[in-house]
């Protein structure tokens, strides 16, 4: 008998009996519409991380000190300082690389009349606007010659600007304190938001890097560089070249550990997406059991079914089914339960996907490889769960199936 | 060259420690054309008589041939094969699918036979020409809970009647009907038995049943203790004639059972 055949037969039968198909098939929706909608979820907040970590700026490679494996001792990023103005200057005259900006941090208070506000002190170079893609709102960045005379000028954060000025006033022009040395304001960035850290990005004031070291900290290493490459597809080849350039710089011999850490955006992307990776796992794991559920739902009603049709199977035995015909009718049956179910449960995954992004305003997308997967774990289902009803069916007697009552 | 023809054949059913032995050496032959009543108490061994010569069951010895060929000895999916070709069955409680229409039942076994080129045309052509030789053309849509027991049986008789089968082996096919819906089954057996010249197997445990037959066999402890012509033979189409009309409150008239079945659906 041809598979069209049986299909033809399956689907008569499923018919048969609407009501019992239709709440089978319930127990698969469930199972894969919540499978879709966490997955949908959890996709939509590592998408959202990524579009953050990538507001960092784009072709960003972050050099910093320490590694995370010196000596066979794993130390934290940053835990020794010996990145010093001259590394970044090697790394400027690499071919590959287009913008680099030396960054050094400090906390201070700021102060501006009556108003005072505790903040980040970012000392930078000129490049940064470029690296970030982050243009000012007001006023201007500081120039070349700010940075080299480390001219106490400063860019605020936009965050910063309303604290101290109040919110809508272009305060460039104004002198700020701080630690107790007047600074000019130059001009106030345009607002940026969360970054990688989760730290709000507008929180900041920037001034030139070596007015940091030389007014506000005394410091001579440096906490960062970002290097910028010329193009998204040099990434690797730029960083690569940058940790040798950083190996030259700090006489590391062939074989000797890094002192440094050079990241790219991937590196960065990888590392945020790790825990939200593991939260969709773990809510899609979850949701998987409801889909485990289902399935033991339908070899239930399957077994129940092959009982209550014991007299049907003896029948179709004794018009000349074969045992093969009877297996392969009750395992499309259980197929079609799970297959039908489990499209209807990625529609509803979708809904509740699409409802949660529209009325929750939470990240929401379904990955195309999410659907595949249901549908064929929905089909696996189905043969898994209706293999031994089916069986069942047809190792069945004729003689005694007809005799059941 | 009989159509059936069995040599001592033996089934023994293992009971756990006991045996169980149903058959004790049967031999016959059965005729094209024939109508053979099988009858005997329970436990005489004429249902598991049945069982082989319907290819459900094998037989522990002996040997039995269908239509010239031997198939006591035939793997199951075989002998599956051979109930689809050459035996008709009709049973006692019908086994008609619920909810499917008349027209789907009978066309069950086109579904079995193997042949993929027939169309759903040619199944429908098929299974309605059956159905108007039981009588039934006109019910094809019809559902099994909307058909009387007797016009059940008839379904059940076009189903097996659908793949021109060999023989057709009807067990108890009366048991559930009252005396005058027998009468007319039994007509429809005797007529086709007549007119298509289909050897009928008739198995039951009524006197007056068999006496539709041409041949009369009798089981006790699993053996034939007799063979013999029916003597006076009854004629269903006699007796329907000479029954007073029916009741109408029994059977509707096939009219109105016609509309009160459509209001039903």
């Known amino acids: ?295 033991i739902g339908i070899m239930n009603i399957m077994l129940v079914s092959v009982t209550e049709r014991t007299r049907e199977i003896g029948l179709r035995l004794a018009i000349g089914a074969r045992g093969s015909d009877v297996l392969m009718q009750f395992l499309i049956e259980a197929v079609v339960i799970s297959l039908v179910g489990g499209a209807t449960g990625i529609a509803l995954g979708y809904g509740i996907a699409e409802a949660a992004r529209v009325y929750q305003q939470m990240p929401a997308l379904v990955p195309v490889d999410a659907v595949v997967t249901a549908v064929l774990f929905s089909a696996g289902v189905g043969i898994f769960f209706g293999f031994y009803p089916a069986r069942k069916a047809a190792g069945l007697d004729p003689i005694e199936a007809l005799r059941f009552e | 060259m009989p159509v059936i023809s069995v040599r001592d054949l033996t089934k023994v059913y293992k009971m756990g420690d006991y045996e169980v032995r149903a058959l004790r050496g049967v031999s016959l032959d059965i005729e094209p054309g024939e109508f053979v009543a099988v009858t005997g108490p329970s436990g005489s061994g004429k249902s598991t008589f049945m069982h082989i010569t319907g290819c459900l069951d094998r037989p522990t010895s002996g040997d039995y041939i269908l239509d010239g060929r031997d198939v006591s000895r035939l793997s199951k999916d075989d002998l599956a094969r051979v109930r689809n070709q050459k035996i008709g069955f009709v049973f006692q409680g019908f086994n008609l699918l619920s909810r499917t229409t008349a027209l789907d039942n009978v066309e069950l076994p086109l579904l079995y036979n193997g042949k993929n080129g027939l169309r759903t045309s040619e199944r429908h052509k098929r299974a309605l020409a059956v159905l108007d030789a039981v009588g039934l053309g006109e019910r094809q849509h019809h559902m099994p809970n909307q058909l009387s027991g007797g016009q059940q049986q008839r379904v059940a008789i076009a189903r097996a009647l659908i793949n021109e089968p060999s023989i057709i082996l009807a067990d108890e096919p009366t048991g559930n009907l009252d005396t005058r819906t027998s009468i007319e089954v039994m007509g429809i057996f005797q007529r086709l038995n007549i007119e298509r010249k289909i050897t009928v197997l008739l198995i039951t445990h009524e006197a007056d049943i068999a006496e539709y037959g041409t041949r009369l066999i009798r089981f006790r402890d699993g053996r034939v203790v007799a063979d013999q012509p029916v003597k006076h033979r009854r004629d269903a189409e006699d007796e329907l004639a000479a029954l007073p009309p029916p009741e109408p409150d029994l059977i509707p008239h096939p009219d109105e059972e016609h509309k009160g079945a459509d209001q039903a659906s």
């Open chain 1, 1 to 295: 008998m041809s598979i069209l055949m049986t299909l033809r037969i399956a689907f008569k039968a499923l018919a048969r009996n609407k009501m019992r198909t239709s709440l089978t098939m319930l127990g698969m929706i469930i199972g894969v519409g919540a499978v879709i909608a966490m997955v949908a979820l959890g996709t939509g907040a590592q998408q959202v991380i990524e579009e953050q970590v990538k507001s960092a700026g784009t072709n960003l490679i972050t050099v910093m000190p320490g590694s995370t494996n010196a000596a066979g001792v794993r130390t934290g990023f940053g835990s020794s300082n010996r990145m010093v103005p001259a590394d970044a200057l090697a790394v400027r005259d690499l071919p590959l690389v287009e913008y680099v900006a030396e960054v050094v941090n400090t906390r201070s208070q700021v102060i501006y009349g009556a108003a005072n506000w505790n903040t980040n002190i970012e000392g930078t170079n000129v490049d940064l606007p470029m690296i970030r893609s982050w243009p000012v709102k007001y006023g201007t960045f500081f120039n070349e010659e700010d940075v080299r005379i480390a001219a106490k000028v400063c860019v605020l954060g936009s965050n910063v600007a309303d604290n101290l000025f109040g919110e809508g006033i272009d305060p460039t022009g104004s002198t700020i304190r701080i630690r107790n040395q007047i600074f000019k304001v130059l001009g106030v960035m345009s607002s940026k938001g969360a970054g990688s850290g989760g730290m709000n990005q507008d929180d900041q004031v920037f001034t030139p890097y070596t007015t940091v070291m030389k007014k506000l900290s005394r410091q001579d290493n440096l906490n960062r560089i970002l290097v910028s490459a010329r193009s998204a597809d040099a990434m690797d080849q730029t960083a690569a070249l940058v940790t040798e350039t950083m190996r030259i710089q700090h006489d590391i011999p062939p074989g000797g550990d890094d002192d440094f850490t050079v990241q790219t955006l991937e590196d960065m992307v990888a590392l945020r997406t790790a825990a939200a990776n593991t939260m969709t796992q773990l809510l899609a794991g979850i949701a998987g059991v409801s889909l485990i559920v289902g399935g």
